[in-house]
């Protein structure tokens, strides 16, 4: 198995991270085939006039997968969190995820949980890590049950409070006991401000690594901030890493150069992969 694309895609809501609208979910398809893509991201904040069977359907006509489910927009939209007080409010959050994880079974897809981890509440790191892993806990049992997989987002501390880079990452999921449906999602835009270095990054995840965003420095499309992006997939590469590289990043510096040039970026690295695979 080699390294595969996706890029983020939103079929419902407009989402600052796809280049197209929700409208043109269609065309985003279609862009993504001609650009190489292997599969779509999609975002997807509930499931009101969301057909998870017809998207299935549109994504198999365009030989396309899915990677993960993004599941971000419901923290801001409804204020969802894992990490809910108010008890109603965790069993909607666990609700949505459970819904989210019985699309992904259709999909064969990741869940993704990144910003429905966040809380306004001051916690100390363990009261964090409690608290979070109580939420999950019946999220991670039934997505077993379901044979679907969890990734959970290292997000920035500008974002979030708690599990900022790839070794609070591994802490946590050592703290939960390494359960095997659940891995983790690392972005390059995060991780540029919280990990020392993302070679080592890269090694301390190893097989937990499940899932990697990429978007420059300051978060426009690879090239545009100061990034090196071939080292790092490099490092990719000589880790075994085996899963998605999914572009997200913002329509920076427009939307027509993320559409036009995805394409060729992913050319060159998969040439790069080809290049290492030759010299063996
Ligand atoms: C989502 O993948 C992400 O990286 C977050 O920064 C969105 O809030
Ligand atoms: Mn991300």
Same mark, same amino acid.
């Given at each position: 198995m080699m390294i595969t694309f996706s890029a983020t895609l939103t079929c419902q809501y407009d989402a600052i991270f796809s280049p197209f609208s929700a409208k043109q979910f269609y065309q985003g398809l279609a862009w993504l085939k001609n650009s190489t893509f292997d599969a779509a991201e999609l975002c997807i904040a509930d499931y009101?006039?969301?057909d998870v069977i017809a998207i299935a359907h549109a994504l198999? !006509?365009?030989?396309? /997968?899915?990677?993960?489910?993004?599941? *971000?927009? #419901?923290?801001?939209?409804?204020? $969802?969190? $894992? &990490? #809910?007080?108010?008890?109603?409010? @965790?069993?909607?959050?666990r609700q949505r995820i459970y819904q989210?994880? %019985? #699309?992904? #079974?259709?999909? /064969?897809?990741?869940?993704?949980?990144g910003s429905l981890r966040a809380t306004e509440t001051a916690l100390s790191i363990e009261q964090y890590?409690?608290? $979070?892993?109580?939420?999950?806990?019946?999220?991670? %049992?039934?997505?077993?049950?379901? /044979?679907?997989?969890?990734?959970? !987002? +290292? &997000?920035?501390?500008?974002?979030?409070?708690?599990?900022?880079?790839? !070794?609070?990452?591994? @802490?946590? @999921? !050592?703290?939960?006991?390494?359960?095997?449906?659940?891995?983790? $999602?690392? %972005?390059?835009?995060?991780?540029?401000?919280?990990d020392q270095s993302f070679a080592a990054a890269i090694?301390?995840? *190893?097989?937990? &690594?499940?899932h990697v965003h990429f978007a420059d420095s300051n978060r426009a499309f690879p090239g545009?901030?100061?990034?090196?992006?071939?080292?790092?997939y490099r490092h990719l590469q000589q880790s075994?890493?085996?899963? +998605?590289?999914? @572009?997200?990043?913002?329509?920076?510096?427009?939307?027509?150069?993320v559409i036009k040039q995805a394409k060729p970026f992913i050319e060159r690295l998969r040439q790069l992969a080809c290049a290492s695979a030759s010299r063996q």
């Open positions: 009101n006039n969301v198999a !006509e365009h030989g396309l /997968g899915c990677t993960t489910i993004a599941s *971000g927009q #419901a923290r801001k939209r409804e204020g $969802l969190s $894992l &990490l #809910a007080a108010d008890d109603a409010l @965790l069993q909607r959050t989210h994880i %019985d #699309a992904a #079974a259709i999909l /064969g897809s990741y869940v993704t949980i890590k409690h608290s $979070l892993a109580q939420g999950l806990a019946p999220c991670i %049992d039934y997505a077993q049950k379901c /044979g679907v997989t969890l990734i959970i !987002e +290292a &997000l920035n501390r500008y974002e979030i409070s708690h599990l900022n880079s790839a !070794e609070d990452m591994m @802490l946590f @999921l !050592e703290f939960i006991g390494m359960p095997p449906n659940v891995g983790i $999602l690392w %972005d390059v835009f995060h991780a540029n401000i919280e090694q301390r995840m *190893g097989p937990s &690594l499940h545009y901030g100061h990034l090196a992006f071939e080292d790092i075994g890493y085996q899963g +998605a590289i999914s @572009l997200e990043c913002l329509c920076r510096p427009s939307a027509q150069t």
